[in-house]
């Protein structure tokens, strides 16, 4: 069901002032088995997933962009929730591997040109996801930096032609914390250890109190978005 952008925008002033979970079943509700939740195993992700298992009546599809240069607490995450949770896990690879990389583009190209790199390992195995889906779920909120301010409950995706739903996008941190840890959903431990925003191992650094939250990601260089929501 691809929706138009009218009625994308009566939804979202409406989903404005709904729950988290409400928005969560109400898109699942509506999009049915043409709708996936995009996970990177944060803790938005676990968040949501632990919210659409609760309300759904079977099986959630999932899927996570594994660039195959995650942290090893991610993939022990990924791993344990594919185990425990109601889900059906699509691990989505880039079409080259780290070895076809290096040998097409150089070593280190994340450090070189992570815009580049991003695509490679992201932003076009996001398009291959996508294939065959109305909608997709994210993690996306307002709190998370000045690049999200302007986001919605649920908005157009112009890029993919799909409907993107973003059913945390009100939530604080204080408010996403207190809901992981009052329903014991498992999170990366990184997230203790100063990482607020967990992506890859060479572009993935902790940050100090008081820093922005997505400081840590592709630090020294003028980046803080992988392009997956631009």
Same mark, same amino acid.
């Given at each position: #069901? ?7 925008? !009566? ?5 404005? !002032?709904? $729950? ?41 599809? +999932?899927?996570? /962009? ?11 995450? #990924? ?12 691990? +989505? ?5 780290? %070895? ?39 993690? /996306? ?12 409950? +649920? ?6 032609? /799909? ?10 941190? $204080?408010?996403?914390?207190?809901? +992981?840890?009052? !329903? ?5 431990? /990184?997230? $203790? ?12 650094? %902790? ?17 803080? $978005? ?5």
């Amino acid at each position: #069901m691809i929706l138009e952008s009218g009625r994308i925008a !009566e939804m979202a002033t409406l989903w404005e !002032e709904l $729950e988290p979970r409400e928005i969560v079943a109400a898109a699942l509700d509506l999009f049915g088995d043409r709708i996936t939740i995009a996970s990177s195993f944060g803790l938005e992700d676990v968040a949501l997933i632990h919210m659409a298992t609760s309300v759904a009546k079977g099986p959630i599809d +999932v899927f996570c /962009l594994d660039t195959e240069v995650l942290f090893p607490e991610t993939y022990a995450l #990924m791993n344990r929730f594919s185990e425990s949770y109601a889900i059906r896990l699509r691990r +989505v690879v880039p079409e080259f591997s780290l %070895a076809q990389q290096i040998e097409r583009y150089g070593e280190e190209l994340w450090a070189r040109d992570p815009d580049q790199c991003c695509k490679l390992r992201k932003v076009e195995p996001l398009g291959r996801a996508l294939q065959g889906y109305d909608a997709w779920v994210t993690g /996306l909120r307002r709190a998370q930096g000045p690049t999200r301010q302007n986001a919605k409950a +649920v908005e157009p995706d112009a890029r993919h032609g /799909l409907t993107k739903v973003n059913p945390l996008v009100r939530w604080s941190d $204080e408010q996403l914390w207190a809901y +992981v840890r009052a !329903e014991e959903v498992p999170y990366n431990p /990184l997230h $203790e250890r100063g990482y607020p925003s967990i992506g890859c191992i060479h572009c993935t650094r %902790a940050v100090s109190p008081g820093e922005d939250p997505r400081a840590g990601r592709w630090a020294g260089f003028a980046k803080t $978005e992988c392009g997956l929501h631009l």
